[in-house]
């Protein structure tokens, strides 16, 4: 796993108190882990801390799943 | 009105996380005091509280993995997960689960709070301050507003009746079980859970109640003889956090489904001093009146009233107000046969939560026929025929038991409490 993957899954665990094994790339954030749209807002903000990124919100809307995150977040902090 | 009595009860205090366990520290002449811990306290006046004992559950440790996700904890201030604890195990004391629509909307719930989520809103303006509006969590405002402690608990437990909260200050928790014992009797839900819950030991929580010299501050290095109430070296408040709920129910369904019955709810008096923001008025006439109106709707007298739950915060004036406005209850007649304490000398303040804890320990009080002790109460400030029943717990027959609550902004708040018949 990369490096940004293990960080977006652990803040993903911690934020939704998921099971570790729950959380794959194609886990969707509301339909397979529970997650409410206020808590996705706040999934956002923390990959924003974590990554020192903004994550405008058309693009925040496009990451419904762990794996969004998981590009996403590759490309923003490659660049 | 319909008769209202008191089938369950729940308890988060400084002394235990449960009812029975918090009783038999509080019989014991435990305190829950000790030097402020999670914070830093080295430019604070006060420098002592009394924290809710946390660990894995064991030894009525408070564990609050037991009581919601972690994943709702993150989201809210403590008073919210010590309101949902306080309240499951009042529900589950009094074998209530709501599950048909029917039953759903005919239990609402009541929980009020004194100050609601002052850390969490204290650490947000520091957020917002240094990192900017973006960073401010999606759940800040639920997770702070006082109401939400009845929110969470409606949600979790299924409870579609009545969605209401108090906030009286110091007098939250008493209001909170008298107002939903009036929805009770005038039959605007069967089942009510009241209460109150609060989690102000924080930073700027002493440091706001130690501005306006509320706070102990002779007793630091000493903090289990820091509350004292009526003695005569007590010098201010000791903060505790908790939370406390009971069930409530009309007599004729409690008796009707084979509830155990605690206790019922005969008086709730209620008044204001119109004096002063913070300190009560010198004559005691607010809290005369509402312990008045209390006796008053219970159909007694005040020689009836065999034991009196005193709002007692170890202040330096407050404590002979209240003293002097109980003996202006009973007037001409002999007041030797009453005994009164604060319990706040073992749990300290719980402001929001305080009536609603006092209310439970009327109710075991009557249930056991005994009366709670007044920790450290070495020399009595003042002379009075009143059993003030110093340092032990004392067996003694309680058909009647009054709790008194007075907050800031001068509201006074008085509940009757009779054994069941």
């Known amino acids: 796993m990369s490096d940004v993957a293990e960080r977006v899954k652990k803040i993903v665990i911690e934020h939704l108190g998921v099971d570790a094994d729950k959380v794959t790339d194609d886990a969707n954030f509301i339909e397979d882990l529970g997650a409410d749209s206020l808590d996705t807002v706040e999934l956002v903000m923390a990959f924003e801390e974590e990554f020192g990124v903004e994550i405008p919100d058309d693009a925040a809307e496009s990451i419904v799943t762990v794996g969004d995150a998981i590009r996403f977040l590759d490309k923003a902090t490659a660049s | ?421």
Not at chain 2, 129 to 151: C, D, M, T, W
Not at chain 2, 270 to 276: K, Q, R
Not at chain 2, 305 to 328: C, F, M, Q, R, W
Not at chain 2, 351 to 360: K, T, W
């Open chain 2, 1 to 421: 009105m319909r008769r209202v009595v008191i089938t369950g009860l729940g308890m988060v205090s400084p002394l235990a996380c449960g009812v029975e366990a918090s009783w038999e520290r509080l019989l014991a002449g435990r305190s829950g005091a000790g030097p402020i811990h999670g914070f830093d306290t080295s430019d604070l006046a006060c420098k002592i509280a009394m924290h809710v004992p946390r660990g894995d559950g064991s030894n009525a440790t408070f564990n609050p993995d037991q009581w919601m996700d972690t994943k709702d904890q993150r989201k809210v201030d403590d008073y919210i997960i010590y309101a949902v604890a306080a309240a499951t195990q009042a529900l589950d004391d009094a074998g209530w689960k709501p599950r048909t629509h029917e039953e759903q909307i005919q239990t609402g719930v009541l929980i009020g709070s004194g100050v609601g989520g002052l850390g969490g809103i204290s650490e947000t303006a520091v957020i917002l301050h240094e990192k900017g509006p973006r960073r401010v969590s999606p759940f800040f405002i639920s997770g702070r507003l006082i109401n939400l402690a009845s929110g969470y608990v409606s949600i979790m437990h299924g409870l579609k009746g009545p969605n209401h909260a108090v906030s009286t200050a110091c007098s939250t928790g008493t209001h909170a079980i008298g107002d939903a014992a009036r929805l009770i009797a005038l039959g605007d839900a069967e089942v009510m859970v009241a209460g109150g819950a609060e989690s102000a030991i924080n930073r700027i929580g002493i440091a706001g109640f130690a501005a306006c010299r509320a706070l102990s501050t002779n007793f630091n290095d000493r903090p289990k003889q820091a509350s004292r109430p009526y003695d005569k070296d007590r010098d201010g408040f000791v903060m505790g956090d908790g939370a406390g709920c009971v069930v409530l129910e009309p007599y004729e369904r409690a008796r009707a489904r084979g509830a155990k019955i605690y206790a019922e709810v005969v008086g709730y008096g209620m008044s204001g001093d119109a004096f002063h923001i913070t300190a009560p008025e010198g004559s005691g006439d607010g809290a005369l009146r509402a312990m008045q109106a209390a006796v008053k709707r219970a159909g007694i007298t005040p020689q009836d009233v065999d034991y009196v739950n005193a709002h007692g915060t170890s202040t330096p004036l407050g404590d002979e107000i209240e003293l002097t406005a109980v003996h202006k209850l009973f007037g001409n007649a002999d007041p030797s046969g009453l005994s009164m304490s604060s319990t706040k000398s073992a749990i300290g303040h719980l402001l929001g939560a305080a009536g609603a804890v006092e209310a439970i320990f009327c109710t075991l009080a009557i249930r056991d026929q005994i009366v709670p002790p007044t920790l450290n109460l070495d020399h009595p400030s003042v002379e009075t025929p009143i059993d003030l029943v110093p340092h032990k717990s004392r067996k003694r027959e309680v058909e009647f038991a009054l709790s008194n609550s007075f907050g800031f902004g001068g509201t006074n708040a008085c509940l009757v409490l009779r054994a069941p018949q």
